[in-house]
Every structure is written in C-alpha cells, then in structure tokens.
C-alpha cells in the first residue's frame, strides 16, 4: 500500500489520475448502446462540483444519491466528494418513509435521484419546511438516454450544460469524511459507518488491485446495485482505479437479466452473491441462455455461500468464484479466496494489510487471548480502512470500534492452514434442548438436499421454549412428505438436535434493500 499524502481526494484518485495516466479516451461506462469515456466523466463530474457548489454545498455537507444503476451516478458520485461534500448512498426502490428517515437522519443539503423517487418523497414531505434541494434525472431504461433533459426546473442534465467545468475545488485531507456506508439493520434501523477518504484507497490498493486483480481491459458487471458499498467498491470504484470499464444497467438483477448484461458487454468481471449464483443455475437448467464463457472471474459476498452451491456452479460453468467476507465498517473485503487459492467453503485468507483474531464473545477488547485453532469465537478486524463510528450513536461505535480494531458479530473459526470459516452471525445462534445451533449450519445442509434452492432458518418460541424453523424454496411443490425428507436429510448430515423442527415452504425468500435474506420478515409465531 503506497503512502497517501494528506492533501487527497478520491475523485482524483479514482477518475481524474486516470487522465493524468493517459487514459482519458478509454471507456469508463457503458450502459446499453451508449458508452462514455474518462474524459467525458471528468468532463461531468467537474461540472457537477460547480452545480453543487452553486447550490450552496459546503465541505462536509450530506449528498444523498437515491439513484439506480445508470451512468449520473457516477459523476454525482464523484463530483459530490470533489466538492468537498459526504456522499450517502439509498435505493431508489425503498419505500418514501424510508427515504424520509434517511434524510431526517443524516440531514443531507442536496438529493440527486430521479423523478419517480422525487414524487414519492414530496408526497410524503407535503409541505414540509427546510428539505434538501432536489436534482433530478429521468426515470431511464437500460437502452433510454439517462441524461435527456426533463421539464422539471431541476433538471441535473439542464443544470450541468450550463456549470462550469472548471470549478474552483477545496483541499481536502485523507482523513476527512467523505462517505458514510450503512449497515445492512439486522436489529434495527440502519446505521450509518462514517468512512474517510483514506478508507476507500487502502482497501482498493490492497484487495482490488492485489489479490484480486483488476485489470484496465475489465469490463465489469454487477448483480447487487451501485449503492451498495460492496458494488460501489466493484462496479465503479475498483475498474476506474485501473482505467476499466464499468458497464450499467437499471433494471432489476434477475437471472435473465444479468446472463443478458454479461453476454451483451462480454463481461470479464462479475459481481455476485449466492442467490444469484443459484437463479442462474435454475435458469440454465431450465434451457435459457445463459452464456458466462466472456467471465474470468466472479466474486461473491454479501450473504453465505454454500459449499453444496460452489460446487454445482464449478461443474457447470467453471468460472472461479472468489468468496469474501467484507462490512460496512471496513469498507470491503478483508477476508477472501483469491486467484490460485481457494478453498471451498472456507472464506479464504486475510488480505494483505488487515490483522484478524478469533476472540472469546466476552472480550472486552482486542487484546485478548484468541481462542485456539479450530474453536469458534467472534471476529475483530484491524485495518486502514476501518470506519471512525457510527453517527449519532456513541454507544455502539463505543462496543464496536477500538482504536485500530473492529469488533464484529461474525462467528469464525480458522484452520491449522490458516483460512477462516464462518459460522453465523451471533445473532443467529439459538439454544435448542440445551445446545447451541447454528441457523447457518442447517441453512447449509438443507442446500444439500437436491430439492432445495434456497433455505432460511429462523428460531420460533413454542411454549417458552426455543425451537428452530425453515422456509424453504423448492425445486418440487412442498408437501408433508417433503418436509419430512428434509428433516431426515438433517438428521443424517448433522447432529440429531440440529435438525429443523418446522419446514414452510415459500415461494420465495423475502429479501431487504442489499438483497440479502430478510429473516425479520419471516413469520415466527
């Protein structure tokens, strides 16, 4: 990791060096036929600073992008931190109430979203005094013109044809804010990690760059959505730090629809989670096109992946899969499989750069005696690019950073080889009949079983006691027979406690903002 100087700001870090090095005619974005270059994303982006700074932006003011995956986010993106401002990230496709709490929690001065989004929030506002400034794109598909002007007098495309692009920009140090990350709000609303400039360079340096390696002929395509940290850092972040090409599209991420972005841009690089990894799967069985042969690699986080699911992707497309653990906290990936080593079902090796410990779930700090190889204990993370704190909650940032240190709620344990397993968030540990369960280790077994695509397993109380119940979907309509299969199937592969208690069959899994299994919305009276 080279040394940053303190003078330093991501913008020119990850778009404006690329000029610097040559690169400005190179293909950053594409999105359906279009395409745009370095220099035309500069060309934006420097306009987008003087748009914000007209607005009466000031360093360290809030920027929320409620944005989809289109090719403006990326110059709201990043002329936002060259402004000198605090992007904060949504999803477009979030309810109004909770846009609104976002907005009335982190007090932005401006939001860039689309028109759709605009008229859900200012219906929900009424007429509300002091809200944010409001810049507005079209509501455009994949193969519509994301920058064709609207009649609304907020328009950003009209607003930036008449910016300057030669805006005065403020200094900014490596360590001021410059991004806040939100958690995924497993017990709660979400929080907000605050994240300096620093952060989001270290972690490119020492994942994306090495061991992932990023390369600037990459085209790069992604399954979770652009304001999610994981594929911000992927799918904009980490190609523009090597002049690659990031390569959009609005809709949602189904199955068709990703085989349909790979094969159109020929993408190198996938961005993926487990679930997606399985629809694939399901759509090639059952005869669409689905073409990964352009793929040199995929990468997968966000959610647990199951061995049983690693190896039915090997067999069928032989594309190498680099399973990774990352968070909010720390920006990204600290933990991964790589290229030439992977070890199925393990999330690999530490990155380079960042110093993890097992530690008993009552430490009361990182220096702690870690428990032995082979036990499971909580993990902490060390590293440059962990977060200052949560804001406006001093108490859990107090629980969960320590200086350097980042405690976790991740259960691992670590092999005599040195790779790391991961066996649940504590959270999800139950006690039932006296033993602790993990809800992970059942999930993992059920995906075993040939009739199962995906499974969550939840604790239910029954009588005040605690007992265990999985939703499953399946390949076959559920019955009692099958339920009765799949209890067996856990009776045999685990230990006798450890098997579900209740199977539901579902017809799908309910899933929150970052496409992760939303196990609060699954019944459990």
Same mark, same amino acid.
């Given at each position: 990791?080279?040394?940053?100087?303190?003078?330093?700001?991501?913008?020119?870090?990850?778009?404006?060096?690329?000029?610097?090095?040559?690169?400005?005619?190179?293909?950053?974005?594409?999105?359906?036929?279009?395409?745009?270059?370095?220099?035309?994303?500069?060309?934006?982006?420097?306009?987008?600073?003087?748009?914000?700074?007209?607005?009466?932006?000031?360093?360290?003011?809030?920027?929320?992008?409620?944005?989809?995956?289109?090719?403006?986010?990326?110059?709201?993106?990043?002329?936002?931190?060259?402004?000198?401002?605090?992007?904060?990230?949504?999803?477009?496709?979030?309810?109004?109430?909770?846009?609104?709490?976002?907005?009335?929690?982190?007090?932005?001065?401006?939001?860039?979203?689309?028109?759709?989004?605009?008229?859900?929030?200012?219906?929900?506002?009424?007429?509300?005094?002091?809200?944010?400034?409001? !810049?507005?794109?079209?509501?455009?598909?994949?193969?519509?013109?994301?920058?064709?002007?609207?009649?609304?007098?907020?328009?950003?495309?009209?607003? !930036?044809?008449?910016?300057?692009?030669?805006?005065?920009?403020?200094?900014?140090?490596?360590?001021?804010?410059?991004?806040?990350?939100?958690?995924?709000?497993?017990?709660?609303?979400?929080?907000?990690?605050?994240?300096?400039?620093?952060?989001?360079?270290?972690?490119?340096?020492?994942?994306?760059?090495?061991?992932?390696?990023?390369?600037?002929?990459?085209?790069?395509?992604?399954?979770?959505?652009?304001?999610?940290?994981?594929?911000?850092?992927?799918?904009?972040?980490?190609?523009?730090?090597?002049?690659?090409?990031?390569?959009?599209?609005?809709?949602?991420?189904?199955?068709?629809?990703?085989?349909?972005?790979?094969?159109?841009?020929?993408?190198?690089?996938?961005?993926?989670?487990?679930?997606?990894?399985s629809r694939l799967l399901e759509a090639d069985a059952a005869?669409?096109?689905?073409?990964?042969?352009?793929?040199?690699?995929?990468?997968?986080?966000?959610?647990?992946?199951?061995?049983?699911?690693?190896?039915?992707?090997?067999?069928?497309?032989?594309?190498?899969?680099?399973?990774?653990?990352?968070?909010?906290?720390?920006?990204?990936?600290?933990?991964?499989?790589?290229?030439?080593?992977?070890?199925?079902?393990?999330?690999?090796?530490?990155?380079?750069?960042?110093?993890?410990?097992?530690?008993?779930?009552?430490?009361?700090?990182?220096?702690?005696?870690?428990?032995?190889?082979?036990?499971?204990?909580?993990?902490?993370?060390?590293?440059?690019?962990?977060?200052?704190?949560?804001?406006?909650?001093?108490?859990?940032?107090?629980?969960?950073?320590?200086?350097?240190?980042?405690?976790?709620?991740?259960?691992?344990?670590?092999d005599e080889d040195g790779y790391y397993w991961f066996g649940?968030?504590?959270?999800?540990?139950?006690?039932?009949?006296?033993?602790?369960?993990?809800?992970?280790?059942?999930?993992?077994?059920?995906?075993?079983?040939?009739?199962?695509?995906?499974?969550?397993?939840?604790?239910?109380?029954?009588?005040?006691?605690?007992?265990?119940?999985?939703?499953?979907?399946?390949?076959?309509?559920?019955?009692?027979?099958?339920?009765?299969?799949?209890?067996?199937?856990?009776?045999?592969? !685990?230990?006798?406690?450890?098997?579900?208690?209740?199977?539901?069959?579902?017809?799908?899994?309910?899933?929150?903002?970052?496409?992760?299994?939303?196990?609060?919305?699954?019944?459990?009276?």
């Amino acid at each position: 990791m080279r040394d940053l100087p303190r003078q330093f700001n991501l913008t020119d870090y990850y778009l404006l060096d690329r000029l610097t090095d040559g690169m400005g005619s190179r293909t950053a974005l594409r999105f359906g036929e279009r395409s745009w270059t370095y220099d035309l994303v500069a060309d934006q982006t420097l306009r987008m600073v003087s748009v914000l700074q007209e607005l009466g932006l000031e360093q360290e003011d809030r920027v929320y992008l409620v944005l989809p995956d289109i090719p403006p986010f990326a110059w709201s993106f990043f002329g936002a931190l060259k402004a000198g401002g605090v992007v904060v990230m949504g999803n477009p496709l979030s309810k109004a109430e909770d846009l609104a709490y976002v907005v009335e929690y982190v007090r932005p001065r401006v939001i860039i979203t689309t028109e759709s989004v605009a008229a859900r929030l200012e219906s929900h506002w009424g007429e509300a005094t002091g809200k944010p400034t409001l !810049l507005i794109v079209p509501d455009a598909s994949t193969h519509d013109d994301p920058e064709a002007r609207i009649s609304d007098h907020r328009c950003l495309a009209t607003a !930036l044809a008449g910016a300057s692009g030669q805006p005065s920009c403020p200094e900014t140090n490596r360590d001021d804010p410059a991004i806040w990350l939100f958690t995924s709000g497993s017990t709660g609303r979400p929080k907000a990690a605050m994240h300096c400039h620093r952060d989001f360079a270290f972690n490119t340096e020492v994942y994306a760059k090495e061991p992932i390696g990023y390369q600037s002929d990459d085209v790069c395509v992604s399954v979770p959505r652009l304001f999610f940290g994981y594929a911000t850092g992927t799918n904009l972040m980490f190609p523009f730090s090597v002049g690659a090409c990031a390569a959009l599209f609005s809709e949602k991420p189904t199955a068709e629809r990703i085989a349909w972005a790979i094969k159109y841009y020929r993408a190198t690089a996938l961005t993926n989670v487990p679930t997606l990894m399985s629809r694939l799967l399901e759509a090639d069985a059952a005869g669409s096109d689905i073409d990964l042969s352009s793929l040199r690699f995929s990468l997968s986080a966000g959610e647990a992946l199951p061995p049983a699911l690693l190896e039915r992707w090997m067999g069928r497309f032989d594309v190498p899969v680099y399973d990774g653990i990352g968070s909010a906290e720390m920006f990204h990936i600290y933990l991964t499989n790589r290229p030439d080593d992977v070890k199925p079902g393990s999330l690999g090796r530490p990155v380079h750069g960042y110093e993890l410990k097992i530690l008993p779930a009552d430490a009361p700090g990182p220096g702690a005696e870690e428990v032995p190889i082979g036990e499971t204990g909580l993990l902490w993370i060390k590293g440059d690019s962990v977060a200052t704190g949560y804001w406006q909650d001093r108490e859990k940032s107090w629980a969960t950073f320590h200086g350097h240190w980042c405690r976790s709620s991740d259960l691992f344990r670590r092999d005599e080889d040195g790779y790391y397993w991961f066996g649940g968030r504590a959270d999800n540990l139950l006690k039932v009949s006296g033993q602790w369960v993990s809800t992970l280790e059942i999930e993992h077994c059920l995906a075993t079983h040939p009739a199962v695509i995906e499974a969550a397993v939840i604790g239910v109380k029954a009588d005040g006691l605690v007992s265990t119940r999985a939703f499953v979907e399946a390949r076959e309509p559920g019955s009692d027979a099958l339920a009765t299969a799949l209890q067996d199937h856990a009776r045999t592969h !685990l230990a006798k406690y450890k098997y579900p208690r209740e199977v539901v069959f579902v017809d799908a899994l309910p899933r929150n903002d970052r496409g992760k299994v939303d196990k609060k919305a699954l019944p459990n009276d």
